[in-house]
Structure formats: structure tokens, C-alpha cells
């Protein structure tokens, strides 16, 4: 079944660790995205992507990057986490301009 | 740039009452789309709305896409605590694939 996964669900991790967050979507969508987002609050963009080898930084100042070599993964690293990056982090994919998103679970990012 | 205003942030119903969320552009949208997210969960997209006047229906939920096609609402009749979440209105810009979101309203609903 088409659908977009990320992983992992839940990490906690130490202050000044570098991590990577996967993001991978089986609907051959074109564009992907990174929101973050505190629980049930705004929507915050911090990456896009509309194809391979095409990123673009969003509205929220982020210290992170992201990658898109393939058109299926969406990879989103911080190289040095800070408590202030405790957050949700979803991923979405849209087939094309005008249609819905489609959202992945998240990741729930506690930095100690 | 564009900005989405979504009101209001919050709303407490009974359960059986109606609910609305209204959702304002400082700019003339091509589309807007509208998201529901659980608490605890994911926005999942609900409908999107093209047309200038547009009404759609989805069960107990319908959707406006004003004239000037720079706000929408969503209004529930009668809701259920199945409701309960964060809804979501997102517009996209002419001529580019910039889609805003707003900040969403949080409904709960008391049985």
C-alpha cells in the first residue's frame, strides 16, 4: 500500500549529538516537505523539496539540512542537537500542485 | 508574502452543537485545503476547495470557499466527540507552490 513512513516514532537523545531523521514515501511523489511542530500547535515549514537533487529552506529558521538524492527519501539531519529542537517533526508528500498532503505519523524529538 | 489567518484558536462545545472555523488569506488563493489532525496524531487532508463560491459537503461537514477566494470555513453540524482535533486550513498562492497554513483551531467536544 502507497504510504509515507518515518522513523524513528520517538527518539531522545543528548545535547550536541548529530541525528538524522528518515522520511520515505512509496507514491512516487515529486515534492516533500519537513514541518515542525509542538503538539497541536502551528505548522512550521523547514525544508521542501519539489524532485531529486532539489531542497529549499522553508520559513522556520532550522539548523538542519536535509537531502533529496532519491525521489522516495527525504532524509532531515540536525548536526548538533539542542534542547530548543525538542519538537514533532512530520514529513509529507504531495503528487502535485493543488493536491492534498500526505502526512507521516512524525517524529517526537526530546533533546536532554 | 501570504499570510493565513485562522479563527478562532480554540473552541469548546457541547457535544450536538454546531462548530465553525473560519480561515482569512491577505491574498487571492488558487485553491485552499483543509486538514484535520487527532490529538496525538497527524493532519490528514479532508478536501480542497478551487472554485470561487464553492460549497462542498462531507457528511456533517461543510466546506466554503468564499467569492474573492481569500477565505473558507468549515462548519460542523451537530458534532460528535469524534471530532475532536485540530483542524487545518491551507492555501496555495497563483503563479507559485507556495502553500501557507494556518494556525489551526483546536475543538473539544464535551459529551
Known amino acids: 500500500e502507497a504510504d509515507i513512513y518515518q522513523t524513528p516514532r520517538y527518539l531522545v537523545i543528548g545535547t550536541g549529538k548529530k541525528i538524522t531523521l528518515e522520511c520515505s514515501q512509496t507514491?512516487?511523489?515529486?515534492?516533500m516537505y519537513w514541518y515542525q511542530q509542538d503538539p497541536g500547535m502551528e505548522l512550521h515549514l523547514i525544508h521542501y523539496?519539489?524532485?531529486?537533487?532539489?531542497?529549499e529552506k522553508g520559513d522556520l529558521s532550522s539548523e538542519s539540512t536535509v537531502s533529496r538524492i532519491r525521489t522516495e527519501h527525504f532524509p532531515l539531519t540536525l548536526e548538533s542537537a539542542r534542547p530548543s529542537h525538542t519538537s514533532q517533526y512530520l514529513c509529507?508528500?504531495?503528487?502535485?500542485?493543488?493536491?492534498?498532503?500526505?502526512f507521516g505519523s512524525g517524529t517526537r524529538l526530546t533533546v536532554v | 508574502g501570504q499570510q493565513v489567518m485562522q479563527i478562532p484558536q480554540y473552541q469548546h462545545v457541547q457535544e450536538g452543537e454546531d462548530f465553525t472555523t473560519y480561515c482569512n488569506s491577505s491574498?487571492?488563493?488558487?485553491?485552499i485545503q483543509w486538514y484535520k489532525q487527532r490529538p496525538g496524531g497527524h493532519p490528514v487532508f479532508l478536501i480542497q476547495?478551487?472554485?470561487?463560491?464553492e460549497v462542498k459537503k462531507q457528511k456533517r461537514l461543510t466546506f466554503q470557499f468564499g467569492e474573492a477566494k481569500k477565505n473558507s470555513s468549515l462548519h460542523i453540524t451537530a458534532t460528535q466527540t469524534t471530532d475532536v482535533g485540530t483542524y487545518f486550513c491551507?492555501?496555495?498562492?497563483?503563479?507559485?507552490?507556495?502553500?501557507?497554513f494556518g494556525a489551526g483551531t483546536r475543538l473539544t467536544v464535551k459529551p
Open positions: 509529507a508528500s504531495s503528487e502535485d500542485r493543488g493536491r492534498g498532503y500526505t
Open positions: 507514491m512516487g511523489h515529486d515534492k
Open positions: 523539496s519539489y524532485g531529486v537533487n532539489s531542497t
Open positions: 491574498t487571492t488563493l488558487s485553491n
Open positions: 476547495l478551487v472554485k470561487s463560491g
Open positions: 491551507a492555501g496555495h498562492q497563483y503563479n507559485n507552490n507556495d502553500m501557507r
